[in-house]
């Protein structure tokens, strides 16, 4: 496949990108390869191939969910700076 100059002008303006008249030689040769390379890999026979999300085996890093006593309210409130009926006490910020 060969990049010419047509296309980097409408991949540029397309992605919003600014290339440099010395930058174009450059960024043809380098689309160019990435494109012989997409098109090598489109020759790869993936028929009995699974689809994945991920390359590597994910597997579930979280803890198991266990039922546990919370905090008591004393305790919990023992450091507020302004507590009222059992609950933490804090400035209005929304007019009613």
């Avoid at 991949?11 to 098109?39: C, G, H, T, W």
């Amino acid at each position: 496949m060969k990049v010419t100059r047509n296309d980097i002008d409408t991949v540029a303006s397309l992605s919003r990108l600014n290339i440099r008249d010395d930058e174009v030689a450059d960024v043809m040769e380098q689309l160019d390869k990435f494109l012989n390379y997409v098109d090598n890999l489109n020759g790869i026979d993936t028929t009995d191939i699974e689809p994945t999300t991920y390359a590597l085996q994910m597997q579930n890093v979280f803890r198991t969910d266990t039922i546990k006593p919370s905090l008591p309210r004393e305790d919990a409130l023992s450091n507020a700076p302004l507590k009222e009926d059992g609950y933490f006490k804090v400035p209005r910020v929304l007019e009613a």
